[in-house]
């Protein structure tokens, strides 16, 4: 590697044009790694040469490889270094930064073991580097772990609540749709939760990926608790996920199954049997959660069969201790509109009711409406990408070479007029 001097001289005059960026950018990856962090105690007074605004790309290498040193961050004070983070983060270039995204510091925050400090700095970090709320950075996953560690949970909504088009690395996909339905979890937004989780495992993959894997697990106890029931996989699952992933969550599977037999006293017995291995997956409080509401979807199966019951049958039926236990779980069920029903006080009776929602209130159009506006949005986004796709040179040559070089002209009628 050259001296330190000389990188700061090509950091300071190479710092203008895309080409002069590009041949720096080339500069600094030889000299990132070892050769750089072998100098990291000597880079702060090179740093105070530099402007964190005009010379951002080299900026952010020496500031990265100076941090890199837990030596160096002590020495400083780990509350300094997350100001100058922050500081340069909101005055530097987003040009430069976006040609070395994972540079932003979400390691050097970790060794602070400061999470909550990185939160907003790395947000700011996001918002910098998207040219569009649209695409999703290499750092959107570690500000959502960086979210999950500090139990900062809604502060993660703060970027799950864009909707996502443009992809450039599959894993960062699969480690926002993760990162994402666990923030969900914690906030008990289950639905939700469960959107994210059911696209990282339906997410196109060539292998199989160990966070397709946790994300599956996760998505077999959030639906045991949403829903009552796994789905099976979609007929646009991989086929890699739909033939490896119950291979490789077979404790889980077998919760299902179990679950599904309805006795709460075999579930609790399978659960505890296989408690190391929920505990070992950091899946032991979901799983009790799976456990629990199995007293619900007991509840619920019997408002299909019954319009009047009393507490002491509701109890005996689902096994509860004591009436006055399946009237907490009723009410409970009643206040969060999983069932509609009413309870007799003087005989203890419960009567079960139909969904009193007609679809005519001026809220559910409101919904109904803003569903509709958000559904042509989108619509009209994923036609404009099959459009560019069926545009796109190499997708035509690689179609072209499946179909041995022949092309009917079918395949070039669905292209917009507009595009000749």
């Known amino acids: 590697m050259e001296t330190v001097e000389t990188l700061v001289a090509h950091i300071q005059g190479l710092s203008g044009s895309g080409e002069e960026l590009a041949h720096l950018h080339n500069l600094l990856r030889q000299a990132d790694g070892e050769p750089l962090r072998a100098h990291s105690a000597a880079l702060l007074p090179f740093l105070a040469q530099l402007h964190p605004s005009a010379h951002s790309l080299g900026f952010l290498y020496l500031l990265e490889a100076f941090a890199s040193s837990a030596s160096n961050l002590r020495a400083q004070g780990g509350g300094d270094f997350l100001v100058t983070m922050a500081d340069f983060l909101v005055s530097c270039s987003a040009e430069q930064i976006r040609l070395a995204p994972d540079k932003v510091f979400k390691n050097e925050v970790m060794q602070l073991n400061a999470p909550i400090r990185g939160i907003a700095p790395l947000r700011a970090a996001i918002r910098k580097i998207q040219t569009s709320s649209e695409e999703l950075t290499p750092i959107h996953a570690d500000y959502l772990l960086l979210c999950l560690l500090a139990k900062q949970y809604k502060a993660g909504l703060s970027v799950l609540e864009d909707d996502i088009l443009e992809v450039d690395q599959p894993k960062d996909l699969f480690l926002y749709c993760y990162y994402g339905g666990m923030i969900y979890i914690g906030l008990k937004k289950f639905t939700i939760a469960l959107d994210f989780l059911h696209n990282a495992v339906t997410a196109p993959m060539s292998s199989l990926n160990a966070i397709a894997v946790e994300a599956y697990k996760k998505y077999i106890l959030v639906s045991l608790i949403q829903n009552g029931q796994v789905p099976s996989f ?47 997956d950091n899946n032991l409080g979901l799983v009790k959660q799976v456990l629990s509401s199995m007293y619900k979807r007991n509840i619920q199966r019997l408002t299909q069969t019954y319009l009047t019951l009393s507490l002491e049958d509701i109890a005996s039926s689902v096994q509860l201790k004591t009436p006055k236990e399946a009237e907490m779980h009723v009410l409970r069920m009643i206040e969060d509109g999983e069932i509609h029903a009413t309870i007799n006080q003087k005989d203890g009776m419960v009567s079960f009711h139909e969904d009193p929602e007609q679809y005519k209130s001026c809220e559910m159009v409101e919904h109904i409406d803003s569903s509709i ?10 036609s404009s990408i099959d459009e560019n796709i069926s545009c796109d040179p190499a997708y035509l040559m690689k179609t072209g070479r499946e179909r041995g070089g022949r092309f009917d002209y079918d395949d070039f009628d669905s292209v917009p007029h507009k595009y000749f």
């Not at 646009?236 to 199954?257: C, E, W």
């Not at 506006?373 to 994923?382: D, H, T």
């Open 373 to 382: 506006q958000r559904l042509m949005a989108l619509s009209k986004k994923l």
């Open 234 to 280: 979609p007929k646009y699952t991989s086929s890699t996920a739909q033939r490896n992933l119950k291979n490789h969550a077979q404790v889980y599977v077998d919760l299902s199954t179990c679950y599904s037999k309805g006795n709460y006293s075999e579930l609790e017995e399978y659960i505890q049997l296989n408690a190391e291995k929920f505990q070992s």
